[in-house]
């Protein structure tokens, strides 16, 4: 088959959950198919990784999102209001993609085109009115339910007030517009429910998240000390809000009755707000070349996690490696997981904190969820199997 993928991000280096999955899925499916990519550029940083991808993907093309001064934008976002769009989808358009992608659909026929994340959906107006492929839209998250949540982890009125309006506003159009496209993909079944109750007319189909368990093998407890692991972005709205309210309303508790454990806050471009929790046994890496270090010396991976969407990587890295976890219900949202099997839930600081215990000195609970977490991931999360999974959501739509 012919696939173009199209996106706002390079997959590679796949350093955060969507570029994790967008690098594996499509490094798979290149294996046995002709796969394209088309890539939005935010940085000229980011023209470097697109050498990578070209090693294993027929065909790469790039476009620079053009960032000016929001008041520039002023026509634009009223038109997009006017017309029903989201005017912040404005700020993730780039017209010289939207040509690129025209072009490659004019030079080459495509079997399948897919777009990933509901906010790139608009580029589908760039294919020539003679295209005759499988429109496939991936939804990583659910845009207009992600926001919704930032409002409760947002600190900054103006950006609450963003944040609502965008949601508000992805409500209304993100499952409308999304009829467009023969196919939809969510990540969880949670996510597909959504989607239809805001749209029953939807095909949709749930192509989950995964690992790499061939890479990710369990890992020793040899050089395991009783420490803490949380790993994200820590650019990220629901991730800052998740490592601060850690640090202050469950951390102090887990030391009250385990003494001075330590906790590592691993993930890029660490906030302001989260580089000031550096200390007092707190560690605050920014990006790093590998988490497999930070696992090693880690007992368990912490998901504190109150706000966010779609379902978390850094999880089933946590299982495939065998390391446990402890979760909010937030945080492993969408994943096929048992509490007390696969993980432990907790949802109030106080249930946090005595699951951190429970995990840190019940040895054979945490042998059991360490070796049942193993077995999920395996058999049900390993990226082959969603590959595959992927591949026949495609041979059905183009069919």
Same mark, same amino acid.
């Given at each position: 088959m012919r696939i173009l993928f199209i996106t706002d991000y390079p997959p590679y280096p796949p350093i955060s959950g969507d570029r994790i999955r967008v690098y594996s899925i499509i490094r798979r499916l290149a294996k046995q198919h002709q796969v394209s990519v088309a890539v939005a550029l935010w940085t000229p940083d980011e023209a470097e990784s697109i050498s990578h991808l070209r090693q294993f993907c027929y065909r790469a093309e790039t476009a620079s999102i053009r960032w000016r001064h929001p008041l520039n934008y002023l026509p634009d976002l009223i038109r997009y209001a006017l017309e029903g769009k989201p005017p912040e989808l404005r700020f993730l358009y780039s017209k010289?993609?939207?040509?690129?992608v025209r072009q490659m659909f004019l030079s080459e026929d %495509?079997?399948?085109?897919?777009?990933?994340?509901?906010?790139?959906?608009?580029?589908?107006?760039?294919?020539?009115?003679?295209?005759?492929?499988?429109?496939?839209?991936?939804?990583?998250?659910?845009?207009?339910?992600?926001?919704?949540?930032?409002?409760?982890?947002?600190?900054?009125l103006i950006t609450k007030m963003r944040a609502l309006l965008h949601?508000?506003?992805?409500?209304?159009?993100?499952?409308?517009?999304?009829?467009?496209?023969?196919?939809?993909?969510?990540?969880? !079944?949670?996510?597909?429910?959504?989607?239809?109750?805001?749209?029953?007319?939807?095909?949709?189909?749930?192509?989950?998240?995964?690992?790499?368990?061939?890479?990710?093998?369990?890992?020793?407890? !040899?050089?395991?000390?009783?420490?803490?692991? %949380? +790993? &994200?972005?820590?650019?990220?709205?629901?991730?800052v809000d998740a490592a601060i309210y850690f640090c202050k309303q469950i951390l102090p508790r887990i030391r009250s009755a385990l003494g001075q454990i330590g906790l590592w806050i691993v993930?890029?471009?660490?906030?302001?707000?989260?580089?000031?929790?550096? &200390?007092d046994?707190?560690?605050?890496? &920014?990006?790093?070349?590998?988490? +497999?270090?930070y696992y090693k010396r880690s007992a368990i991976s912490i998901v504190p996690l109150r706000a966010g969407g779609g379902t978390r990587l850094k999880i089933l890295e946590s299982m495939a490696l065998g390391r446990p976890v402890v979760s909010t219900s937030i945080?492993?949202?969408?994943?096929?997981?048992?509490? &007390?099997?696969?993980?432990?839930?907790?949802?109030?600081?106080?249930? %946090?904190?005595?699951?951190?215990?429970r995990l840190l000195t019940d040895?054979?609970?945490?042998?059991? +969820?360490?070796?049942?977490?193993?077995?999920?991931?395996?058999?049900?999360?390993?990226?082959?199997? +969603?590959?595959?999974?992927?591949l026949d959501v495609y041979h059905e739509a183009a069919s």
């Open positions: 010289d993609l939207a040509d690129k %495509f079997d399948i085109m897919h777009v990933e994340q509901s906010r790139m959906a608009l580029y589908l107006e760039a294919l020539p009115r003679s295209t005759n492929c499988a429109r496939i839209l991936a939804f990583q998250n659910v845009a207009s339910s992600q926001y919704a949540r930032l409002l409760h982890v947002e600190r900054k949601s508000l506003m992805m409500r209304r159009w993100e499952p409308r517009y999304a009829e467009r496209f023969d196919r939809c993909i969510a990540v969880s !079944e949670a996510d597909r429910r959504l989607l239809l109750a805001a749209n029953p007319r939807l095909r949709i189909d749930v192509v989950p998240n995964g690992v790499d368990t061939q890479l990710y093998q369990p890992l020793s407890l !040899e050089e395991t000390r009783p420490a803490l692991l %949380f +790993i &994200g972005t820590m650019s990220y709205a629901p991730c993930g890029a471009n660490p906030t302001p707000g989260v580089s000031a929790l550096r &200390g046994g707190v560690h605050v890496t &920014g990006r790093v070349d590998s988490v +497999i270090p945080g492993c949202e969408g994943l096929d997981v048992v509490n &007390g099997e696969h993980l432990l839930v907790a949802d109030s600081p106080e249930q %946090f904190a005595e699951q951190a215990v040895q054979t609970l945490y042998n059991l +969820i360490r070796t049942n977490a193993r077995q999920l991931v395996t058999a049900r999360y390993d990226w082959d199997v +969603i590959a595959r999974k992927l």
